[in-house]
């Protein structure tokens, strides 16, 4: 990280808010410029310091720079932060270690909120791309295995639940549309019958195609669905074709 790639990073910011449909739609105080690397740059700090930018530190790992700048900016360098209060932008880094990834998947199964919970999902696929020694590893480990499943789970139900809303409001309409109330009932029931099947089928291939793309085996993704849901060898078998 030099003073060149400083002023591209500049140039990028520059562009998007360039780039609004309506003049000035995208207001300069609104858009900020973070740069992350394992360790701080100090050839670039000596660089800035030597040419009037000020640099200050107020948390571990964290700098702002500020003077002949168009957009607030900072500097993170993953290295220096704290494992316990900085674990997401810890996760941004191709230095995490297997017990760092575990405490991501816990932390990701805690949230609760559907907006926290994509975007925790965004910083773990950079994670697990930039740490693909870490994950191969890790292939085989029954509670990497475990914690998938439980972090998809929430996926699952939102289809579900999504799948069912939908299928309600088709059997309303088949309902409204014969005319007599036994009609509505019986098209709300099989709408929502079907609509719960298929989210959580949905929501269990989606599932197994990520355990899959992590190296586990089948026969060790089947037992897992068996005991999580209850279902026979033979009905596992249609989530391997």
């Given at each position: 990280m030099d003073i060149d790639v400083f002023y591209k990073s500049m140039a990028?910011?520059?562009?998007?808010?360039?780039?609004?449909?309506?003049?000035?739609?995208?207001?300069?105080?609104?858009?900020?410029?973070?740069?992350?690397?394992?360790?701080?740059?100090?050839?670039?700090?000596?660089?800035?310091?030597?040419?009037?930018?000020?640099?200050?530190?107020?948390?571990?790992?964290?700098?702002?720079?500020?003077?002949?700048?168009?957009?607030?900016?900072?500097?993170?360098a993953t290295g220096e932060l704290s494992k316990e209060e900085h674990i997401w932008l810890r996760s941004?880094?191709?230095?995490?270690?297997?017990?760092d990834m575990k405490e991501l998947f816990n932390r990701i199964h805690q949230l609760e909120s559907t907006f926290d919970r994509d975007l925790a999902d965004s910083i773990l696929e950079v994670s697990i791309d930039a740490n693909k020694e870490v994950v191969e590893n890790w292939k085989g480990d029954d509670t990497m295995c475990q914690a998938l499943m439980e972090i998809m789970e929430p996926e699952i139900r939102l289809r579900e639940k999504e799948l069912e809303e939908a299928a309600l409001q088709r059997g309303m309409q088949k309902g409204i549309q014969q005319g007599i109330q036994q009609g509505m009932q019986q098209g709300m029931q099989q709408g929502m019958q079907q609509g719960?099947?298929?989210?959580?089928?949905?929501?269990?291939?989606?599932?197994?195609?990520?355990?899959?793309?992590?190296?586990?085996?089948?026969?060790?993704?089947?037992d897992t669905l068996i005991k999580k849901y209850n279902l026979s060898a033979e009905e596992t078998e249609k989530y391997f074709l």
């Amino acid at each position: 990280m030099d003073i060149d790639v400083f002023y591209k990073s500049m140039a990028y910011a520059s562009l998007y808010k360039s780039y609004g449909k309506t003049l000035d739609e995208v207001k300069a105080d609104d858009v900020t410029v973070t740069l992350i690397r394992e360790a701080r740059p100090n050839g670039l700090f000596r660089y800035l310091k030597e040419h009037d930018f000020q640099i200050s530190n107020p948390y571990k790992g964290i700098y702002y720079i500020d003077g002949k700048i168009m957009f607030p900016t900072q500097i993170i360098a993953t290295g220096e932060l704290s494992k316990e209060e900085h674990i997401w932008l810890r996760s941004l880094s191709s230095k995490m270690k297997k017990q760092d990834m575990k405490e991501l998947f816990n932390r990701i199964h805690q949230l609760e909120s559907t907006f926290d919970r994509d975007l925790a999902d965004s910083i773990l696929e950079v994670s697990i791309d930039a740490n693909k020694e870490v994950v191969e590893n890790w292939k085989g480990d029954d509670t990497m295995c475990q914690a998938l499943m439980e972090i998809m789970e929430p996926e699952i139900r939102l289809r579900e639940k999504e799948l069912e809303e939908a299928a309600l409001q088709r059997g309303m309409q088949k309902g409204i549309q014969q005319g007599i109330q036994q009609g509505m009932q019986q098209g709300m029931q099989q709408g929502m019958q079907q609509g719960m099947q298929q989210g959580i089928q949905k929501g269990i291939q989606a599932a197994v195609d990520m355990l899959r793309s992590f190296g586990h085996q089948d026969r060790e993704i089947k037992d897992t669905l068996i005991k999580k849901y209850n279902l026979s060898a033979e009905e596992t078998e249609k989530y391997f074709l």
